[in-house]
Each structure stands twice: as structure tokens, then as C-alpha cells.
């Protein structure tokens, strides 16, 4: 490890153990220095590291509210998570899976939609005014009249989550299936390429580069739309934990769902970060992010 | 002559093309290219020469049915050429590196055969043959940015190759390269061409490289594109690309060509100067 990395590496510790003991402790000070820690550091609402963390323990049905031990495997963790259908493992579940299936249609709905568009200047012409209004309208407004037509279980949440995707990448794709290098489709037909060839050879896999560009901010989006889904209406799920921990005036409930989510996010950008520069493998390495 | 007597794979008669001006230009029209005409025989290798803007790769990609012309014919084995509708037997080489650059050399060499669905053994054998020809093993992995522009132009000769076209269309394809690729390239296409014999036609403006490949070089004359001249190459062949260069009949061959394209260079050099 070079001497600059490990500068970095204790500078951010450092940082984040300060913030933690800050967070921790400084409310007890608020009464003597009433500039060093303002109202917002009540614990009433951010709560504190270790109330966050045993509330963690037992919406995890990791440790009773007697302070008891359920691990994994034990009856008491069995007879807990069956107990209580929006633990914090079952939120996590539903909240991811829907998150996927949100991003999954959204990035193939807007894949298909913005090669079809870009390759058509016909139907481009047309669609302009329809998608540039649709585009100007905050996608996240349109979540109640989802959950309205499509209930309060999964389908309104993945529905929400791939609205909120399929313009991202249907704007990429579109860019992309335009931008295809006229030189490369001359080369494909005097190999003799078919019509279709063409399409499945040459650009399709070269607008790939444009829509894999914009994946990583696509999943990011679908966990917005399932949270967003999750508060107005659900029946499971992280944002549905949060509402919960609200209603119950419960800030420690609230942060460990937000760390969660923190996780789960984390996850999910490294996740689609690793499979982008995969797919990207034929470029040099400095232009596989763009 | 022997190749007069040979059937005729490109006819080409009273070509003509117009571009609109560029900017604007007032719905002015250049004439590119005034009513070009030559016959290529079976077996040829052709070199269609003439200062940069002259419309010699417009010929080509009229040939090529890339670009429609405004007036003329072209025929290819006694067909005629319609645009957009590329002829099976004829293979094009273009200037610029078209390689797809999410395939990798291989892949890329491989590509007209995926597209004729040919069983992938013997995709796979033919694909292992062209790059030994080419002089690319250990590369067949290696994606088109990982390699210098004389090898991508290589992997690009062969992806066209392999599809075995009788008749070879190729736009200035050493264009892009430095003076020692460019005759590393020279003896390469040489030597695979000197076993197959395919019908060429190779536009450039690099007199040495038209003398060095071919068995006739068709002059043209600067812009409007008209065939100035036509000269026949006699070298012996197999010809060693670095060794002709040095032979007394080189030299005055590349002479009296010279003068005769100096001319042409002069009046292009002019016109641009005017406008």
C-alpha cells in the first residue's frame, strides 16, 4: 500500500469513527454548548449509534427485547421470523427483488423503445412532442395513481421502479442506436448482411455501450421507485419499515432501515458497476465507465 | 494481349456523379467524377490512381453500390450494378478501420462466415488458417484497440478475404499507415494474392504503392474525375516488394507515371488554392 493510500485510509476512518462518537455522545453536551450541538442531533429524531444498532438486533429477530439471543438456527430466531412478516431480512427481500424486476423491465422496455425509436426516423418524428411531455412530468408524481391501479402489492412497486428506469434508458439507447457508425453498417452489409443482420449484428451490440453506461444510475433509480412505492402503499419492504418507524415516533427503526438501504444500494451500483465493465471488456479500460 | 482476350469482370462506361456544395453552396453542384470509363479483365489487379478529391473512391463505391451514380453504367460480370444491393462475389476493403470493436480478432475475421451460418468447425478452421496467413497468431483473442493500426488493417483484409471474393474492391486500405507498415502490407497482400489471383481494383495516390502491387494503373485526371491514362505494369511476379523498388525499370516507369499524375496534383493543388 503506497504512503498517499494509507494517508486516505486513516483520514477516513477517522472520519467516520469522529462522526460516530459525535453522533453518540455530543447530545449529552447540548445544554452546556448549545452551538456545538444543534437541535437536529436531538436523538428524538436521528436517534444514536447504539440504540440504531440494538434495534438492528431485533428487527433482525436477532436478539429479544429482553436482550436474549436468537441466531440463526435457534427456535426463538424461527418463532421471530415468522411472528412478524415485515422483519428486517423479509423487508430486504421483497424490497430487492422488486427492485430487480423494476430494473429489469425498465431497461429492457427502454432498450427496445429507444432502438426502435432511434433507428426510425419516421416514428421519432412523431413520438417527439409525447415523450419530451412525458419526459418534463416527475416520474415519482405518478406513484399514488400507480399504487391506486395496480394494488398495494409487488406489481405497483416494480411498475413504479421501471417508469422511473425506462427513460433513463430509453434516452441512451435512443442517442446510442443513432449514433451508430455509418461505416460499420456498409462493412456489415458488404459481408452481406441481412436487414436483420444488420440490426443483430452491428447495432444492437454497438448501442449496448451507450445503454450499459446508463445501468449504473438505472438501479440506483429503481430503488428510489420501490421506496417511494413502499411509502405510499405496500404490504412489505424497507420504504413500508420506515412508515412503520415513523408512525411508532421510532428514529433508531428508521436508521437501520436507512443503513440498510445504504447496504443494499451499495451492493447493488458495485454489482452493476462489475457487470458493465465485463460487458465493456472490448474497450480500452479508461472508456469503459463512460 | 492475354488479358484483353479475358472476359471482363468490371465495366464501367460514361460514369458521372455530382455532389451538392458543401456548405450550402447555393444548390451548387461539383461535379466529382465526368463520364469515367475502363474495363477490368478477369484476374487483374488494377490500380485507379489520381490526386486526393480526383472521385476515385466515388468510382470505387459507386462499384461498390455504396454511393448512386447520376449517369452511366457499371457492370459487374455482366450484371448491372444496383445500389444498395451488394454483389455476392465482390469483397471491399475499406480506408478507415471499420473492424467491430466489440469483437475480438477472431471474432471479427469470423464474421461473414456467422453470417452464412457455415458450421462453426469449419468456421473455426478457416478463421485458424486466416490468421496464420495474416501473420496474427497468438492474437486471435485480442480485441481491435489492443492492436497497432497495421495489424487491425490486416485482421480487416482478412475478414474480407475469407468470404473468398472474386472480385477485391479496396479504397486506399494502407492509407492510414506509416511507410514501413505500408511495405510490410504491400509484401503481405502480395503474397496472398500472387496464390489466389482474384480481380482487384485499389484506389490510391501513392504511385510507388500502384506500381509495387499491380498489373495496370488507371490515371485519373483531378477533379471533374476523368481516366487520364492507362498504363500496364509488366514486373515479374511473384514481386518482392522492397527489392522492385530498387530495379532500374521501377525507376522509369515511377518517372514517366510521375510527370503525367505531377500535372494532375498541380491542377488540384490549383483549384483548391482558387476556391
Redesign the interface.
Known sequence: MSRRRATTLLWQLAIGVGFLVYWQYAWDLHDKVPWLVPELFDPYFVSKPSDIFAQFLHLGCLQTVKGEWTLPGSAGFAACMSKSENNLWAATYFTLVNTLWGFAWGVSIGFALGLLLGRSDRLSEIFYPYITAFNSVPRIALAPIIILAFGIGDASKIVTALLVVVFLVFFNTFEGARSV?R??I?????????EW?VTR??IM??T??WLFASLTPAVSFALIGVIVGEFIGAEHGIGRMIIEAEARGEASGMMVAVFVLATVGTILSAGVLKLQRWLL????AEQRQT | MSVAASRSRIDVKGLRKTFAAPNGGGGREVLAVDNASFTIGDGEFVALLGPSGCGKSTILNMVATLITPNGGAIAVDGQPVVPGRPMRQVGYVFQKDTLFPWRTVEDNIGYALELAKVPVEERRQRVAEAIRLAGLEGFAKFYPFSLSGGMRQRVSLMRTLITQPEILLMDEPFGALDTHTKLDMHSVLLSLWEKTRQTVLFVTHDLGEALTLSDRVILMSARPGRVKDDFRIDFPRPRNAVALRETPEYANLFQRIWHSLGEEFAKSHGAQEAS
Open positions: 457508425d461505416d460499420h456498409n462493412a456489415a452489409r458488404l459481408l452481406g448482411a441481412s443482420q449484428t452491428v451490440p454497438s449496448m455501450a471488456r472490448w474497450r480500452p
